[in-house]
């Protein structure tokens, strides 16, 4: 009996040595590597540093202060990323990797399915935001003039099929303020309840599906496209929509309002418009 009990202390030993060896031993630097080439495949203009990666237990890698980059400019900063590989699915077709973590006041959840194909590689990408402080995101300070704050919850989606990618999001963003720049109408800012949005990002080109804005100012809806550059003077807009302002907005109006939209029932109808032209300077028309 006690040569069976020498026998299983010593495996035991052995198991638990091993674990300590993987753990103290793990090569960090040729694993943040392949998570860079790995961020690589999903764009060839994606780029990735890790400030310190570790192994955790259960097995899941632990990554601090992660930036992402797209062409040299940085388009995410995050505080923590945890990655949990299911384990069984590394030997599938389809691999599943599950992660979360916190960046930009908030935090995200999501997984990663890699669907292996016998001449391509498919890389589909789910997360949950919750909580994402929008004025401290790079991305959108390099996508408008105008500054945009307030709270982002919602879902956003990533297929990539080289050479083909594609960002799809749900969003919804409370407690906002524009500060538009140029003023609009001599309108410096506008604040609001909340808005409701389903984008695509797609070959250079942001289509927003529907966007539904509710505010204590004004109430909206908007659809069109965003064709975009690496320059502002390049970003192109084509917008359609309808704006139904309240009374205090008239009231600052004034003598600002169109005299077209005189004779109009404002409040409850509300007044068609289009937007086209280069961000920096578009053309707006009311009908």
């Known amino acids: ?36 080439d790995m961020i690589r495949q999903t764009h060839p203009n994606l780029t990735m540093e890790i400030g310190r990666l570790k192994l955790v237990f259960p097995p899941a890698l632990r990554l ?25 699915s590394l030997f599938l077709a389809k691999t599943r990797i599950s992660f979360k973590g916190n960046g930009y006041g908030g935090n995200f959840k999501g997984d990663v399915n890699i669907i292996k194909k016998a001449d391509d590689l498919e890389i589909v990408i789910d997360a949950d935001l919750a909580g994402i402080q929008v004025d401290q995101l790079e991305a959108l300070r390099a996508l ?24 799809a999001g749900d969003l919804i963003l409370t407690d906002g ?24 990002f797609n070959d250079h080109s942001l289509t927003i599906e529907h966007c539904e804005l509710i505010g204590n100012q004004l109430d909206g809806e908007v659809a069109g496209s965003i064709k975009l550059s690496h320059h502002s003077s390049s970003k192109i ?28 029932n404002l409040q ?20």
């Open 177 to 200: 303020k524009i500060e538009l720049s140029p003023p609009l109408l001599a309108q410096r800012e506008l604040t609001f309840d909340s808005v409701e949005a389903q984008l695509i």
């Open 144 to 167: 408008t003039t105008h500054r945009l704050s307030g709270i982002l919850d919602g879902t956003v989606t990533l297929t990539t099929r080289t050479p083909q990618q594609e960002l």
């Open 1 to 36: 009996m006690n040569f069976f009990k020498t026998r299983f202390a010593w495996a035991i030993y052995i198991i638990v040595a091993a674990l300590v060896f993987l753990y103290v031993l793990f090569p960090s630097e040729l694993a943040k590597q392949y998570l860079a």
């Open 237 to 264: 807009l084509d917008l359609t929509g309808n704006i139904r302002p309240h009374a205090e907005l008239l009231a600052r109006l004034g003598n600002q309002v169109p005299k077209l939209l005189e004779n109009k």
């Open 268 to 287: 409850n109808q509300g007044v068609p418009f289009k937007i086209k032209g280069p961000m920096e300077s578009p053309t707006y028309s009311f009908y």
């Open 64 to 88: 601090s202060n992660v930036r992402v980059y797209h062409s040299g400019q940085a388009i995410a900063a995050l505080e923590n990323v945890k990655i949990s590989p299911h384990l069984l």
